[in-house]
């Protein structure tokens, strides 16, 4: 929830959105990695970065508005949580990029289901 508050208070430009999702991404991939490799077990609970970057991915296409991050974020979890195709089997992916690319995933499956949302009943708003 941290993620989605931090989304709502700052500022963003699109170009500066765009920017801090990629260096989330690389940047936690390659620490998730470092943090796997170091425990020497997968996908460990303290890693975080999978999360926002995902939280970022729900969000990226829509405004900002309390409800808007509210209900992305309860599909995000939702969706981090199921796993549905091809989530699960992207976290069977070594190192880092399993980590991460299934939070990425349940991320665009939240930001589809509220963009959709919102096109078919005009909420969130």
């Known amino acids: 929830m941290v993620a989605g508050v931090g989304l709502w208070l700052i500022p963003f430009s699109l170009f500066g959105f ?9 940047v936690g991939t390659w620490a ?6 170091f425990l020497e077990r997968k996908d460990p ?3 975080v970065i999978d999360e926002v970057a995902g939280m ?7 405004p900002r508005t309390p409800l808007v991050l509210f209900c992305a974020f309860l599909l995000f979890r939702l969706f981090d949580i199921w796993k549905p195709f091809p ?7 070594r190192g880092g990029i399993g980590v991460v690319v299934d939070d990425l995933i349940a991320g665009v499956y939240a930001l589809v289901l509220v963009m959709g949302t919102r096109m078919l009943f005009g909420v969130p708003r």
């Open 18 to 26: 765009w920017s801090t999702l990629a260096v989330v991404v690389v």
């Open 32 to 37: 998730s990695n470092r943090v796997e490799e």
């Open 45 to 47: 609970g303290l890693i």
């Open 56 to 62: 970022m991915v729900s969000v990226a296409l829509l």
């Open 87 to 93: 989530a699960r089997e992207a976290q069977a992916l």
